[in-house]
């Protein structure tokens, strides 16, 4: 049988980061255990790549505090690019109850210490981009580095540092099974089983499924998300932000020679559907058209468009940290769509929290398991 001191379960970016955070951390016997034949299977090679600190709770805030420069400084770190481009998230409110709510986020934005970020009137936005309809738009708020990243190549860059410093990926290896023994784990894999003290469910929307072997019933629900990208289109600036339409939830950015349109639809219900539904199409162009006239006439190809999970808990945040039923079994779990901006924030606090039992980029304690038995969740109202 073999040994490690952590075995983490799931090879997407989350699993990626921590082990490569452990191993910087001095922990060498890291060992990553995937159930496909290549990494990105997952939610990471289905996301959009946004990366933000434009949130509404203190923690969310400090998480992106930790990641964005991380990501802005990614190659520097670690020797592999991850593509981040500051190019912003610009939200755009069309009335004042929104301008409300980005001005106090604003002000705890800044508070925290957060830079880059201001607060735009409508005219700013209409002069920034005279292609949006802009006669409803009353103001917003931008932050310049925000931005985008490239979530593969982050996650390769994540697993190939941890690797080459000493961590061992597993692939087409799948845990079908997780045994007590004294004080150490067993885990049974397709491939052979494996002792280690410290367990990790990194299994992104099949979290559910991990914490079930040890007895755990964890509330995260797949959830299906759809991206549309456009053919190439030269009608909108190609140094656009994300762009926000808080009055439908649409969003957009540019992507290669096009632009990837998002938009979440609230009759959309939990389940494994990984489908790209065709009818969703006219439902994204009716608001995109709505927002950006000229993308009335933009080509799409709908077998380019696709449908991945976001990992969905309760109160929209993740749950991290160590078991109290279960000793040794750590959670990083639940990103609720923000998973990939949130992976080296993560990376940091699981490495903190395994090895030293503490961590101090933020107060652990808001984000455990027992904060739902306990009725502490916290609500997240910038969720895209
Ligand atoms: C359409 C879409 C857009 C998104 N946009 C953004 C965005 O703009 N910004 C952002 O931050 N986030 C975004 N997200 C969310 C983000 O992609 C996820 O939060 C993130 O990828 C989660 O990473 P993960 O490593 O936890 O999960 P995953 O990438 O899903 O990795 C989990 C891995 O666990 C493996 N696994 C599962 N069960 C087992 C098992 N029994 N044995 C072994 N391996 C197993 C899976 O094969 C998988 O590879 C988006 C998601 C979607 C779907």
């Not at 040994?3 to 799931?10: E, F, K, P």
């Not at 052979?192 to 410290?198: D, G, H, I």
Request: aromatic share 10%; with cysteine; net charge negative.
């Amino acid at each position: 049988m073999q040994t490690a001191d952590v075995v983490l379960i799931g090879g997407g970016i989350v699993g990626s980061s921590i082990a490569c955070h452990l191993v910087a951390a001095g922990c060498k016997n890291v060992l990553v255990i995937e159930r496909e034949t290549a990494q990105g299977k997952g939610s990471t090679g289905k996301s959009m790549g946004g990366v933000r600190a434009q949130f509404s709770t203190p923690v969310n805030i400090q998480m992106s505090l930790y990641s964005i420069p991380f990501y802005a400084s990614f190659e520097e770190r670690l020797g592999y690019p991850c593509d981040y481009r500051p190019q912003g998230y610009l939200f755009c409110a069309t009335n004042e109850h929104h301008l409300a709510y980005l001005r106090t986020n604003y002000e705890k934005q800044v508070a925290l210490g957060l830079k880059d970020v201001r607060l735009v009137t409508g005219d700013e936005i209409r002069t920034m981009f005279p292609q949006l309809r802009g006669d409803d738009i009353v103001g917003g708020s931008f932050c310049s580095t925000d931005g985008f990243v490239d979530p593969y190549s982050a996650m390769i860059g994540f697993m190939t540092w941890a690797s080459d410093h000493g961590a061992t990926l597993w692939k087409n290896t799948s845990v079908t099974g997780i045994t007590r023994r004294d004080r150490k784990f067993e885990v049974a894999t397709s491939r052979e089983n494996v002792l280690a003290p410290v367990v990790v469910n990194c299994a992104g929307a099949w979290a559910a499924s991990i914490a079930k072997m040890v007895g755990i019933d964890l509330p995260v629900e797949p959830l299906r998300r759809m991206l549309v990208p456009t053919e190439p289109f030269d009608g909108f600036p190609r140094s656009a932000p994300m762009i926000i339409d808080m009055s439908t939830g649409f969003h957009f950015r540019p992507e290669g020679r096009g632009f990837l349109l998002a938009w979440n639809d609230p009759e959309e219900t939990p389940g494994y559907k990984m489908d790209f539904d065709a009818g969703f199409i006219e439902k994204i162009l009716t608001r995109a058209a709505d927002r950006v006239p000229v993308f009335e006439n933009v080509a799409i190809n709908p077998k380019r468009a696709w449908a991945g999970l976001y990992e969905m808990t309760p109160d929209h945040h993740p749950i991290l940290g160590q078991s109290s039923d279960v000793p040794g079994f750590f959670f990083a779990n639940g990103f609720s769509g923000h998973g990939v901006m949130h992976s080296p924030a993560t990376g940091k606090i699981l490495s903190d929290l395994i090895l030293t039992g503490t961590t101090n980029l933020i107060d652990a304690s808001l984000l455990n398991f027992s904060r739902f038995a306990e009725g502490r969740t916290i609500h997240e109202t910038a969720v895209l």
